[in-house]
């Protein structure tokens, strides 16, 4: 039975056709994934035909039959308060704040003119989503829960009615990889009985498993439709093999990396600690007594989940952010503190950040940004060299002379983070710290800097300090890895071993999420 | 109608200092031929107050005197007292104006002086703010990894981000000091006659009004007029830089 | 809860002791004392009333005194109402004060929530851009223009309230006076309850809310209302402090027998312990209302708990 049928699906926005002739159908216990990068209309397409858009769609959405395109608001309320559930991407925002998690799922269980909900109903709802103590959760706030404790709340709301079809927009990305792997298959386990899904995404590897049939966009169109394994096994269209190198997954096979060198850089006992927000007075403990080691030439992942200190005990170690106790020294030579760092010392280390945007100052000109290390790390540079190794910058980044006037602004996503990596490389740094430097980005975009990353280790020889929550990615790039959780290095050694043969339980969950 | 709230500042300051020397009667000077005339009698277009001084001239030079003390005001912010900022906004600072009015005298210099003690308060917090928000953005830190000084920091990336939020909120404090001035006045602790403020003419205008309506009536809207045009103004400009 | 509100109380009470030694130290550095009255006093009388009064002691002697009394919630003395103590006159002043300001502050919330709320629901059309210049209109009217204005309209034009005076507390003449004082508190109220509406509706949770399929007057009075509110309570404070001062002014404009004509006549007079009783109960009531929003955040927004 089909439960929800699109064709011809057109939204335009601005004069500009956003999404043009997109259809497909979906029947009981049916998964249907929408894949593309961002702008590929992907998540119009199943947000502005229930009214969730500003923008109206044109064409046919069918949902048991009923017409959606240009019904009135208060039918399309009704669709979406009992046959249509909505999951959303961010967990910690989607919550309202004030409404204890009890409260949330009880409006959305009356909304369907379900008769008022017991306790135990509520509590029967939260485990059937994988949440634990669940009687005790219905009394906290969303602001209590982790990250993915939330998106379970959010797919409990959505379910409660029960709804014939649930639409889950980019369900797992903002989650780490395991429990995106766990979000995803609970959602797939929902269709036994015979709930709809209508998953989109960007991360095609990921949901190709759990979908029956692949829908992916491009601009707009449908670029390939198909039966999910085939079309992941045999991609016709470009798009369609670029979206799928641009999730690496650990079964491919390792890429080749250049030998590390002598040993560059040694921390030592680092430990990092915080004032605790709010009224007590108390330190939150972020990183203890962490050790590590970096060759010339090496790339070394520190990995872990979201809150467990990784990127925090980079920034101590590059003297970018406050630090307790502990001693890193260069080539054997301690690095001074934060604040008595020198030129000669901040030349060896170069930091490119997780938002591209916020990373470059809006006020300053794209030459200007680029040239600023040159100004306070080689002062004795003419203004004819600096502008030289400006350009060359510019090229190493594969961005062309124009874009030197301009201002971030003006600047996507992808090339703001490559002129944040060209002021990086500019002062030719021996180490590049790489603080989730690609996981703001959209899929493809990510996927070329990650391209970028890898011919600049080969060319410069670099070392990277490679701060990330995704292991396949790590693997792309680094010889060794330290894994991370609550602040201590739980497992370090060969990324090749520890992924081969996790010891730690912390690194087998995120090897068993990650393949 | 957009542009009407600046164009009614720009045409009130022209007036306030450009007219009142080309009027036969100066601000303080008394016409016993005419006490309490009504607006439009012959020398006087908008009527005398009480003591026959001529309500236009004395409008005038008010309103001179309340936009001065928000042209000096401007900008003395000093940063190096925030820490303290947020224990004394809590505290009833008018108060202490009213005290040191009382206490020493009203001269105008104390007026402002008195105006500028509450005014910084609200615009150092909203500077601070703005520094703490701005100091924990990347490309700060990347100004930090490229050897930019901390004096660097402050001067190239702190203060050209944050000129457009203290400028919008610099002209926002001008209504705000426009209805200090001229509430102390109001309450006889501001300036002294037969110098004039806005403050002072309303009231007068208020110890008149069952006799002499329009003597309310003018200075009040003028003041009004200002204060409106002023928050509209400043309004526009942080919405503009706030976004 | 019980453990954070000790802790709030105790931090007030150096900031109050500071503003307590700031106001007695300024009025000693003053010109001109209590007993410089219209006829002189011979000098021995004089000496004599300094005495007694402690006005001969050391400065720093004479702040500890009065904070060791104020400890003990004895204002002192009045220097120039010889037969009334302080605690007397704030006895008589602040039930007036208290009535017409927090009258006030209710209006000014009632006509603001209001005003806001109607104003996002009709986001970007004619009603909420005309009530949005009505709301900074009103902001922009000073008290002591508003309350003489509205005198001249409904007690001399049409004759409807009383001019001024307190009337015993009766409606009729406190309709005037709470109006004027709430006014421009209610323009930004209404202000912030807009903007905060506008941020509120925008914010993923909204969007979920919507997705349940509830009505958008629910989706607003339930999920919206509440964090756009946040921005209300932290003017909670200032509106207090605004409430306080305007009265000054409206209880000069119609003759109410409230704290702020004490304070206005005692810095006049020179009578030290009136001025500094109303001060310190100022300061205290400032403080209260901090504190009240402090407690109003945790409300708004569970997260601000810690």
Redesign the interface.
Known sequence: MTVYRVEGLRIAAGGRAIVDGVGFDIGAGECVALVGASGSGKSQSCLAP?G?SPLRAGGSARLMGDELIGAPEAML??????RV??V?Q?PL???????KVGRQLH??WR?AGAPRPSRADLAALLERVGLDRADERLDQ?P?RLSGGQRQRV?IA??IAHPPALLVADEPTTALDAELRHAVLEMLSGLRADGLALLLVSHDLPAVARHADRLVVLEEGRVAEAGEAAALFAHPQAATTAALIAASPRLADPPPALPPPGPPLLAAEGVTVSFPR????RARIVAVSDASLHVAAGEGLAIVGGSGSGKSTLA?AI?R??PVDAGRVTWEGLPLPDRAK?R?AH??L???V???PV??????WRVVDIIA??L???HPHLSAGERHARVTAALDEVELDDAFADRRPATLSGGQAQRV?IA??LV?GPRLLLLDEATSALDVLVAGRIVALIARLQQTRGLALLFVTHDLAVARRLCHRIAVLEAGRIVEEGPIKAVIAAPAHPATRRMVAASD | MRRLPALLIALILLAALLLPPMLPWRYDMIDWAAVRAPPLSPGHLLGTDSVGRDLLARALVGTRVTLAAAGWIGGRVDEAMMRVVDALYALPFMFVVILLMVLFGRSILLVFLGIGAVEWLTMARVVRGQVLGLRERPFVIAAEAAGAPGRTIVIRHLLPNLAGVAIAYLLLTIPQVVMIESFLSFLGLGVQEPLTSLGILVKEGADDMDVAPYALLLPGGLLVTILVCLTILGERLRDRFAA | MIALLLRRLLTAIPTLAAVVILSFVLMRLAPGGPFDGERALDPATRAALTHAYGLDLPLWHQVLRYLARLAQGDFGPSLVYRDFTVTDLIASGLPVSLTLGGLALLLALAIGLVAGVAAATRAGGRADRGLMIALTLLTALPTFVTGPLLVLLFALALGWLPVSGWGGGDPAHLLLPVVALALPAAGAIGKLVRAGLATALAQDHVRTARARGLSPVRVLLVHALRPALVPVASYLGPAAAGMLTGAVVIETVFALPGLGRHFVQGALNRDYPLVLGVVTLYAGLIVLFNLAADLLYGWLDPRMRG
């Open positions: 229930f969730l309320r009704r669709a979406r308060g009992r559930g909505f959303f961010q925002t989607a919550l309202t704040p004030h409404l409006e959305a909304q706030y602001h959010m709301a959505a927000p709010g009224w007590r920034r590059a970018l952010g760092m030129p901040r030349r280390i170069q930091p950040f997780q938002d916020a990373s470059l100052d809006p006020q600023e290390p100004r306070h790390l944040a002021r990086a002062t």
